[in-house]
């Protein structure tokens, strides 16, 4: 692999040619409305103040949608309310920014950055891919994953995750050179292992190294104490393709996440946007403003926790975990990247944290860091933690008969949406949260009610920490 960008013949971010062909992003797509106005700057916009001031006393007081979070699903709702109904919103986020965990920037170095790790687009639905391409232009990307992993003589060597070819002769000294090869090698693989699920798919040696650890790592409990579902989706590859994803389209906005939701937010004259404001607060003082114009429609469009939502009905709290990140800048790198390849992943027990990311390998990052102007790099190191902003539900029996419980709360509350990963406790890749918050927009011009069209789990599996 070429040393510095993860790169190939086919450019800096893409897969060798073969399995770069499969992704159907093949130039720069999209339109950018704030690039069109002129803006020049790589960073997020500078908000205004009252955005910024957490004070909703100049903020409309009757309003059609509240929507609590301004993240994709929020986002999504207050667009379409607005360009197809011509509804106004008034969108509030407790943090300091929008984008909800997509958000990244450009930190004082130069160098592109997300706030809240690694976020790669990629989906399988048209509709989703021709949505986004109204608010952001797109670059091919095809991401890939090395591992930390070792060998049959305990040597960490780097190879692909998921497993491929390359992953097997590397760990093993093994010779496979087709997908027939790979095919016999993990049949054999799985003829000597009893156990069910994951581990029946691997084989023991590959579960053992890249995946039995790693599980505990993100989750603080071994397989076993996980629903078989999570262990089901590990990947087993034939073939030598070692991208991460499938997916047709895959792509990274060219002026990164935060841009899409400028786009979506910061222009409309129906959408108010106040961050800083905590919903639970504004709720206890009386301060919301009345969002009670629309008939038997769901006039909250609630994106946080569930859990907190029901907080005063004395039920035990849902499990999440969070991530925690180390970020260490890195001023004289050996040609001017720490490893290899974007993300790392260290499966091994022996070492605590899950992975490293060093984003200046993406194909996004500002011209300066294009340039080889910026010599150093950031890394960050991710710890995965029970305390923190909930990142991942649990899932597991408890877990889901709790969430149940939940549900039929929410079901039985009155003019509020629950929408989202959170208030549905399903961890919604990028892609299924645009489609699932379009389909609840659907809803209203078909029903007249803001209200999901499928439950969260016919969505399938996101992808989170495997």
């Avoid at 960008?5 to 130039?27: D, I, M, T, Y």
């Avoid at 990052?365 to 960050?380: D, F, H, Y």
């Avoid at 379009?438 to 809803?443: M, S």
Wanted: glycine letters at 8%; a negative charge.
């Amino acid at each position: 692999m070429p040393k510095g960008p993860f790169a190939s013949s086919v450019g800096c971010g893409r897969a060798e040619p073969e399995w770069a062909s499969l992704n159907l992003v093949k130039e720069t797509v999209g339109i950018d409305s704030i690039e069109e106005k002129g803006e020049k700057s790589e960073a997020p916009l500078d908000l205004p103040t009252d955005v910024k001031s957490g004070n909703l006393e100049t903020a409309p007081k009757k309003v059609d949608l509240l929507i609590v979070g301004a993240g994709l699903s929020g986002a999504v709702i207050a667009e379409r309310a607005s360009k197809e109904q011509g509804l106004t919103s008034l969108v509030i986020d407790v943090r300091d920014h929008i984008g909800g965990n997509c958000y990244d920037y450009v930190d004082e170095h130069g160098i592109r950055t997300s706030k809240y790790g690694a976020h790669l687009f990629h989906t399988k639905f048209e509709r989703v891919w021709e949505y986004v391409q109204q608010f952001s232009r797109w670059i091919p990307f095809d991401h890939r994953v090395k591992g930390q992993v070792p060998d049959k003589d305990g040597v960490k060597r780097l190879v692909p995750i998921p497993p491929t070819q390359e992953t097997v002769n590397t760990l093993f000294g093994e010779t496979v050179a087709s997908e027939e090869e790979m095919q016999a090698w993990y049949d054999a693989e799985r003829a000597a292992n009893g156990e069910e699920a994951a581990l029946s798919r691997v084989g023991p040696r590959l579960y053992e190294r890249i995946f039995k650890h790693y599980t505990k790592k993100q989750w603080d409990k071994y397989p076993a104490e996980l629903d078989a579902s999570v262990l089901m989706r590990l990947p087993c590859r034939t073939t030598t393709d070692d991208r991460y994803f499938g997916d047709q389209w895959q792509a990274l906005p060219l002026h990164g996440y935060t841009r899409i939701f400028e786009n979506m937010l910061l222009h409309d004259p129906n959408i108010t946007l106040r961050l800083g404001v905590d919903y639970f607060k504004e709720r206890a003082a009386g301060t919301l403003p009345d969002y009670g114009m629309l008939v038997d429609t769901g006039m909250l469009v609630y994106t946080g926790p569930i859990d907190a939502y029901f907080a005063q009905q004395g039920m035990p709290k849902l499990e999440y975990r969070s991530i925690r990140f180390e970020e260490v800048w890195v001023p004289e790198p050996e040609e001017g990247y720490f490893q290899e390849a974007m993300v790392v992943n260290y499966p091994s027990a022996d070492v605590p944290y899950t992975r490293i990311v060093e984003y200046k390998h993406v194909p996004n990052q500002p011209e300066a860091v294009k340039n080889g102007e910026v010599k150093g790099t950031l890394i960050a190191r991710e710890y995965s933690s029970a305390e923190g902003d909930p990142y991942y539900p649990v899932p597991n029996p408890e877990n889901r008969a709790l969430y149940e419980r939940y549900r039929a709360l929410a079901e039985a509350e009155d003019h509020v949406c629950f929408v989202g990963r959170l208030a549905s406790y399903k961890y919604f890749n990028m892609d299924q949260a645009i489609l699932n918050a379009l389909e609840i927009y659907d809803n209203y011009k078909e029903q007249g009610k803001f209200a999901p069209k499928r439950r969260p789990e016919e969505f399938g599996p996101g992808d989170g920490p495997k």
